[in-house]
């Protein structure tokens, strides 16, 4: 496949399509290859600044965004790289805490493109919309400048395009079977790629994992010559309750114990995030003392993480979450349970056609009175129709509604829980789950009706 020569971006909008003119993130050739060269090409700002790199299954992006709150807390200047992005593609790339505007995404991408085909034509194959971005970030990060780069892997770790920094600590949130055609059909396979990331001599920072991931994980950090710092045993969740808004948490960290933190997000799985990242944190800082109690607290009190149990609309209550495979979706079915009392709950669900259907409606069936199944508008997409097979057989046909347009699909819902939460003592909400896309989607459609 050969690329045309990339010509500067004027408009945000010609940026975004030279960049989705090249191989889908979705497409892998198991290579570091490309991003080197590109990166070398560009002058390796890659190694400009210190880095904090994590992977694992589920909750990487709201890790990442608690230690991007914490590090500007303690006067770093940040960068945070996330994938995939929610909305917009410029969320991918964060400084000091927000997106680039569309005026530097441009100016970011017109800093690379002049390189962009110089690596396609020395290589067998030309440079994915991944390995693109991935340079961004890393050269608008060196050109902020900042202090220190926060980075989410876009899939696996050993493997993927923003493995070729070298972290000062790697964080492993929990590991679960998802991307099994890319990465292994077990959570050990899955392990050994993602274990990429720890690199010698630098701090491993282990969200609580299953035994044998765990066995994994270790003999790498072995290896290498990192240390560990593992959830509940270095550090981890001392208590915590739901609350208004959220819940209050009491972390250990490596340095100290912090009482009484308001986190405004929802979830178990939550807290246990905020404990890695603070964890991250302290091992990234280093020394002795714990960080200020006072800088914990302002920073966990401020942090968001859209499209994570995020409530954007009352009257019925419409709450998004991205959850996209069975270990995420019993993750947000715990914490619906734990924190709200909706009844009834509708469901709207559409997946990526990859993905592990019926485990994942499966996690949702106890807490869902109905489903009304769609679909995104990504070419990957489930099919509706696909999709509501499966669901017949985990809800029954009486409790599954197919929708295929996604914007129907909401307000079918919306109906469906007014009409059978009209009881005084009840209330009725809407979920909308399965794919970050689906909930991108629904989130922007629901943003333009307010």
């Not at 880095?51 to 991007?68: A, F, V």
């Not at 693109?132 to 899939?155: I, L, N, Q, R």
């Not at 001599?201 to 003999?219: F, I, N």
Request: net charge negative.
């Amino acid at each position: 496949m050969n690329q045309p020569v990339a010509r500067p971006a004027e408009t945000f909008a010609e940026a975004e399509d030279a960049l989705l003119s090249r191989w889908p993130e979705t497409r892998l050739e198991p290579s570091l290859d490309r991003i080197r060269a590109f990166v070398e090409l560009l002058g390796d700002p890659q190694r400009a600044y210190r880095s904090i790199h994590l992977t694992g299954t589920n909750g990487k992006t709201s890790t990442s965004r608690m230690i991007d709150a914490l590090l500007r807390g303690l006067d770093l200047r940040t960068g945070r790289f996330t994938s995939p992005h929610v909305e917009r593609m410029s969320e991918r790339i964060s400084v000091d805490g927000e997106p680039l505007d569309d005026e530097a995404f441009v100016r970011a991408f017109n800093d690379v493109a002049p390189y962009m085909h110089l690596v396609d034509a020395a290589e067998a194959h030309p440079l994915s919309f991944f390995e693109a971005v991935v340079a961004m970030a890393y050269a608008a990060f060196a050109d902020a400048p900042v202090d220190v780069a926060v980075v989410e892997v876009g899939m696996g770790g050993s493997w993927d395009a923003t493995n070729v920094i070298d972290a000062d600590v790697a964080v492993v949130t929990p590991i679960a079977v998802d991307h099994t055609q890319y990465l292994g059909g077990t959570a050990v396979e899955i392990a050994r790629e993602k274990a990429g990331i720890i690199k010698p001599g630098s701090v491993a920072v282990l969200a609580q994992q299953s035994a044998d991931v765990a066995t994994v994980l270790l003999e790498r950090i072995a290896e290498v010559g990192a240390t560990a710092a593992r959830e509940g045993l270095e550090f981890g969740v001392v208590a915590r309750a739901p609350a208004v808004g959220g819940q209050v948490v009491t972390l250990q960290g490596l340095r100290g114990r912090y009482d009484d933190l308001f986190l405004p997000l929802y979830g178990a799985h939550q807290a246990q995030n905020a404990a890695t990242a603070l964890a991250a944190v302290e091992a990234f800082i280093g020394g002795e003392e714990p960080l200020g109690d006072d800088i914990v607290r302002g920073a966990f009190a401020e942090i968001t993480s859209p499209g994570r149990l995020e409530v954007v609309r009352r009257s019925p209550t419409i709450v998004l979450d991205a959850a996209h495979n069975p270990h995420g979706a019993e993750a947000t079915a715990a914490a619906l349970e734990d924190s709200f009392q909706f009844d009834p709950l509708i469901g709207v669900i559409g997946l990526m056609g990859d993905k592990d259907a019926e485990g994942l409606l499966a996690a949702f069936e106890p807490l869902l009175a109905h489903v009304v199944i769609t679909q995104n508008s990504a070419e990957r997409a489930m099919r509706a129709e696909r999709l509501a097979v499966v669901a017949r057989e985990v809800f029954g046909e009486d409790r599954v509604t197919v929708v295929p347009l996604l914007g129907d699909a909401i307000d079918a819902a919306a109906a469906i829980a007014e009409a059978e939460g009209s009881d005084a003592l009840s209330s009725g909400a809407v979920l909308v789950t399965g794919s970050v896309v689906t909930v991108g989607e629904a989130r922007t459609l629901l943003g333009g009706r307010k």
